[in-house]
């Protein structure tokens, strides 16, 4: 059973910087994306970015391309999302789960998730 981990969330100020983590455990040979995900109060969940399970491809949505960084070293490691000059649409939970990577930025395809990190970002 896989299981993922998140770290890294906290308060920061417009234009600040944030790196979440995701520790990944178990087995679960059916996934080769780690996806992010955020939920701000009142919207739904929404893919922003993910990273290939050899962390040799990521993909962004148009809402953080160009600010964030998805990564990975290698298949061991703990998958990042490098968060830069964010503003307070950018408060959300933040959630990275395990998927198929054609089907990275739908949620009801994700087969494990994080138990989520707090960011929110003040003006």
């Known amino acids: 059973q896989l299981q993922l981990e998140e770290s890294g969330g906290g308060s920061v100020q417009t234009g600040g910087s944030l790196t979440l983590s995701c520790v990944v455990s178990?087995?679960?040979?059916?996934?080769?994306?780690i996806s992010w995900f955020r939920q701000a109060p009142g919207k739904e969940r929404e893919g922003i970015a993910a990273?290939?399970?050899?962390?040799?491809?990521?993909y962004y949505a148009d809402s953080v391309k160009g600010r964030f960084t998805a990564s990975r070293d290698d298949a061991a490691d703990p998958v990042y999302l490098k968060m830069t000059n964010l503003g307070p649409e950018d408060t959300a939970m933040y959630y990275c789960?395990?998927?198929?990577?054609?089907?990275?930025?739908?949620?009801?395809?994700?087969?494990?998730w994080g138990q989520g990190t707090q960011v929110t970002v003040s003006s």
């Open positions: 990273v290939t399970k050899s962390g040799a491809t990521a």
């Open positions: 178990g087995y679960n040979r059916n996934y080769n994306c």
């Open positions: 789960a395990a998927i198929v990577c054609p089907y990275w930025q739908i949620p009801s395809e994700v087969q494990a």
